[in-house]
């Protein structure tokens, strides 16, 4: 892994550019994947190639898990064979077992599971007779200490954790599957800027992780030939705070 197209799914914005923008820096070409993010997503494009790297956007519905095979198709035109997948983009809406729906539960299961496993399967079909590849599925700390909100996107973390394992098995040896399971790290939309930081503070380590820190452990997997079939927490200790309802409940003194 010296090289070669990495494929960031959500890569425009938030911890998705992060991965994109440390990919790049490392000497991978990286096409950032979006589906509403059009300006971000160049602008990611725009920062690696004025560093010299080599970069791509590609556009996808996620939700439409037939057409996620254009994603490596369009990446693999622009910057060559596909050698790296980052499975980020995620949906996160709440939902709870008094009002989880049909919908709710199909609309995280698709993107946030049926998605990465079928881009996984491209990459596999794509990947030349002798190559290596890597793959990073983005979860979250939720799967070491589960609570009761936010189920179906909790269900599909768990999915991604099973798959990890057990693509891990089955891949060997042309391409590793690792995880990393980010803790809290960037504000909610409608958190508040004083609960974002009382649920960073209240982590083990007194600080939360940082976009950088999630990028960075994307990175170390993305060129450690020796791991396959391992999740790495990234989230300062969070899991151990073994909490009852969802960060956001808790820190901004919601029932």
């Not at 622009?78 to 995620?90: I, K, T």
Request: glycine share 10%.
């Amino acid at each position: 892994m010296l090289g070669g197209t990495v494929v960031v799914t959500g890569g425009a914005a938030r911890i998705g550019r992060q991965i994109s923008l440390a990919l790049a820096q490392s000497g991978f070409s990286v096409a950032v994947h979006y589906f509403s993010s059009e300006n971000e997503a160049k602008e990611v494009v725009s920062e690696i190639q004025s560093h010299g790297g080599s970069a791509t956007h590609v556009r996808c519905d996620l939700s439409d898990p037939k057409s996620v095979s254009e994603i490596i198709t369009k990446a693999e035109d622009s910057l060559g064979p596909v050698v790296g997948l980052v499975n980020n983009a995620s949906k996160f809406s709440h939902d709870d077992i008094s009002n989880i729906s049909t919908e709710s539960w199909s609309g995280h299961l698709e993107v946030n599971a049926l998605s990465p496993i079928m881009l996984i399967g491209e990459l596999v079909r794509r990947l030349p007779d002798g190559e290596r590849a890597c793959v990073v599925n983005i979860l979250d700390q939720k799967v070491a200490q589960p609570n009761p909100d936010h189920l179906s996107y909790t269900a599909s973390r768990y999915a991604m954790l099973g798959v990890t394992d057990a693509l891990a098995r089955g891949l060997a040896p042309a391409i590793r599957v690792n995880a990393v399971a980010p803790g809290h790290t960037l504000p909610s939309p409608e958190q508040t800027e004083a609960g974002f930081a009382r649920a960073q503070s209240e982590a083990p380590l007194g600080f939360g992780p940082t976009p950088g820190d999630i990028a960075d452990a994307v990175v170390f997997l993305m060129r450690s030939r020796s791991i396959t079939g391992q999740t790495i927490f990234v989230d300062s200790g969070e899991r151990f705070l073994a909490r009852e309802r969802d960060v956001y409940f808790e820190t901004e003194g919601m029932d």
